[in-house]
């Protein structure tokens, strides 16, 4: 009898956790959604090394801290290189006034080193790895957490986008912000929740136009999330969407001028399906995971982890496929081809969880954390062999133009690589600088005389050139041209238009920019 009344008293532990179970089920019935357990509990020695692989997959982001600016970021340079006024008078580009904004106040406490510039992205990075995280938390166990964390952090997009001195790192923090909201408003029925969530989506797109895809995979998780109370769902949505609004108003002339501009913009071929592929997949690495639940599967491990939520499941899907879909649709269907990489980041947070909802699914700790480990091991492998950088930079072609040039202050034709420039009548001396056809003197400068040309061999192309020929063939004055790969036809044609008259070397090729030298023949070399 004592026997008895000691288990009433002390039941055993595995049915304690039943009830505990059954309380937990009925009380996510009630609200609408599952919630995961937040008192499983994991070794510290278990928690440290993930943490550990976590600063591990962080720290590969400074293999490439001291690249040069590549062209796009001497665009940013350019952007803020008169302060304030000068954003504001140049709103016209296709760029995040915010962001030039927070650049230029950066740059006013840090200085505008190449190092200093990028830490300017890396601090918004990390932000936005932490609400990943939070995100994820909510929805998975710490370890999966954790692992969705890593799988972010190891993409090769954000990898790229850590150290980028454009908003995508910005965008980045607005986009698992807005992410974080979402994940919370399944369990908030205040307006005010809703109102963040409507103004954080609104950053998202003040950022970068063009991750507005993400709005649809946001609209679709916040009404299933909500469906099950249709006066809360009504309420919060009205909210939101007239916050967002409100929020988005600065954003119109900047769709204004990309609407009349659109054809200028055009700078990328059609997409392939091996890119849609890899970016799901991070060129394969994530196809692990899927090799160890294969494992997992022979050994026939019991399931005790229950059916995964199915709002779960849509928010990760929805968050990984439907924007990326609709960049690799409108790259398809259209002649407007926007599936480059850093386009494609809005995806990746969604991909990261997706991925982890996937790992969720191991009932072994072992073989999640060989996932991981794996993951790590191999990325790290792969950039301690391949590092990362940037794309081609300008800066050393400059510098050999200067080096080459200075000395009799010989002029140089340089081919803009702006896509935008193939549309413009062609700026003379000061306007140069300030028109921002040739962003990377921005950064980069030079003491010549600059004659700019556009990207392509079009005939503004050959009006300038032809002109400018014309008059260093009369005075017979040396000069450079300088062109990016898209540009190669415009040397081309300069090399056989001044054949006649030049004799013609190539100094170097320096990141592709190729640098040639016209130097005038004398009378007795024309004659031979």
């Known amino acids: 009898m004592r026997g008895f009344l000691r288990k009433v008293r002390h039941p055993p532990f595995h049915i304690l956790s039943a009830e505990m179970t059954e309380a937990q089920m009925e009380a996510s019935r009630g609200a609408g959604t599952s919630r995961i357990p937040r008192n499983i509990e994991h070794p510290k020695w278990e928690s440290a090394i993930y943490f550990a692989a976590l600063a591990i997959s962080i720290l590969i982001w400074f293999f490439a801290i001291r690249a040069p600016l590549w062209l ?80 972010f952090c190891l993409h090769p997009i954000i990898i790229s986008a850590a150290l980028d001195i454009r908003p995508y790192a910005f965008a980045a923090l607005a986009v698992n912000a807005t992410i974080f909201v979402l994940v919370l408003l399944r369990h908030n029925k205040t307006i005010w929740m809703a109102a963040l969530f409507g103004l954080l ?60 501009t ?49 709002r779960t499941v849509l928010l990760c899907l929805s968050l990984a496929l439907v924007p990326i879909l609709i960049l690799y649709g409108l790259s398809i269907g259209t002649s407007i081809h926007v599936f480059v990489p850093r386009y494609r980041l809005e ?33 790290c492998c792969r950039y301690l062999v391949f590092p990362p950088h940037s794309t081609y930079t300008w800066k ?30 062609m700026p003379a001396g000061e306007e140069i600088e300030e028109s921002g056809i040739l962003p990377p003197l921005s950064y980069y400068k030079i003491t010549v005389p600059v004659v700019a040309l556009p990207r392509a061999l079009n005939p503004e192309a050959m009006h300038v050139s032809s002109q400018f020929l014309q008059q260093a063939a009369l005075q017979h004055k040396r000069f450079l041209a300088a062109a990016f790969t898209e540009s190669y036809a415009t040397l081309d044609w300069l090399s056989t238009q001044a054949a006649t008259h030049y004799d013609i070397r190539e100094l170097g090729n320096f990141d592709g920019v190729k640098v040639l030298e016209f130097d005038p023949r004398t009378e007795k070399d024309a004659l031979r």
Not at 87 to 115: A, F, H, N
Not at 279 to 284: C, R, S
Request: with cysteine; aromatic share 10%.
């Open 72 to 151: 796009d970021e001497t665009v940013s340079f350019y952007l803020i290189r008169g302060g304030f006024a000068g954003i504001m008078s140049r709103q016209v580009w296709p760029d995040s006034p915010v962001y030039s904004c927070l650049l230029w106040l950066w740059t006013k406490g840090l200085g505008t080193s190449e190092i200093s510039l990028r830490i300017s992205s890396v601090l918004p990075m990390l932000a936005a790895v932490y609400l990943l995280y939070r995100a994820a938390r909510e929805l998975f166990e710490q370890d999966i957490a954790i692992i969705a964390s890593v799988i």
């Open 347 to 379: 995806s990746v947070a969604g991909i990261a969880l997706s991925w982890a909802l996937l790992a969720s699914r191991l009932n072994s700790r072992v073989l999640r954390f060989v996932f991981c480990a794996v993951l790590v091991m191999v990325t």
């Open 262 to 310: 659109s054809r200028t913009h055009v700078f990328s071929p059609a997409p392939k399906l091996y890119e849609l592929g890899s970016t799901l997949t991070l060129h394969g690495l994530a196809l692990v995971l899927l090799l160890l639940m294969l494992i997992a599967a022979r050994t026939r491990q019991p399931d005790q982890k229950g059916a995964a939520d199915l």
């Open 396 to 425: 050393y072609a400059l510098e050999a133009v200067e080096k080459n040039a200075s000395a009799d202050g010989a002029p140089v034709l340089i081919c803009s690589d702006i896509p935008e420039a193939d549309y413009m009548r």
């Open 201 to 260: 989506a609104a950053s998202i797109v003040q950022f970068q136009l063009l991750f507005a895809s993400i709005l649809p995979a946001l609209l679709i998780c916040f009404v299933a999330f909500k469906l099950g109370d249709r006066k809360v769902l009504w309420r919060q949505l009205s909210v939101a969407l007239v916050t967002f609004t409100v929020a988005s108003l600065a954003v119109i002339p900047r769709l204004q001028y990309m609407a009349h």
